[in-house]
């Protein structure tokens, strides 16, 4: 008989066993969740609960940059699993080249559209539930990103030699600012910046670091008619900091990002940084 997504989703929870073995185990059932859970235990598929509460902190970045009719698009994974032991296995990084061409193809932009893509006849969800089960570890797809542009740049950094790369970062410019993408994807991958343009930053961070700077100022004993230039000019720190086109270039700091790529006539229209496990 048919089962719902929504009985399959129920009994995962309870069992933490695979999609396909929950899905197996309903139909076998005829859609009884209580005689499914006993045929679940009885085939030992239960013991993959135990798996569900573990801290998966460690795992890859991969990124797949593909033509499109406007310039190019990219797709930027990081999955995630328990121990570096299985990070840096063969079985796991061919996994995430798998997950990674679906994901893409399906042209998914978030965790749940990356989980239902098509993957040899099953979908990416239950081909990770089959995978975890094999390797004996929890799977997760932590983030997914996509985005288009006139072009795209991606740069995957290694935090050690014998690991795949953990920090992935994708850098979309027009044509003209492409010759230096790779400069300022490095950079960001170093610097970590959080926004592109001082207007991307939301207002409420902006009034909360305001107020931060104002109460520090204050408990300094700076003259009261000096306080709003002061915190001002710590506001302005803070833009230099998190801000990308505010920050010096990693490769040469005698100038900034936004300088950088002036010299180019170009511009940076978007960026994406992911690092595993944060």
Known sequence: MAVSISDIKALRELTGAGMTDVKKALEEAGGDQQKAIEIIRKKGLAKAAKREANATTEGLVDVLIEPTEAGQAATLIELNVETDFVAKNDKFIALAKKILEAVAGAKATDVDQALAAPLDGQTVAEVIAEASGTMGEKIVINRVARVEGPAVTAYLHKTAKDLPPTIGVLVVTDEAAADVAKDIAQHVAALAPGYLTREAVPAEVVDKE?????????????????????????????????????????????????????????????????????
């Open 210 to 278: 305001r107020e931060i700077a104002r109460e520090i100022t204050i408990k300094e004993g700076k003259p009261e008619a000096a306080v709003p230039k002061i915190v001002e000019g710590r506001l302005n720190g803070f833009f230099k900091e998190n801000v990308l086109v505010e920050q010096p270039l990693a490769k040469d700091t005698k100038v900034t990002v936004a300088k950088h790529v002036e010299s180019t006539g170009g511009q940076i229209i978007d960026f994406i940084r992911f690092r595993v496990g944060s």
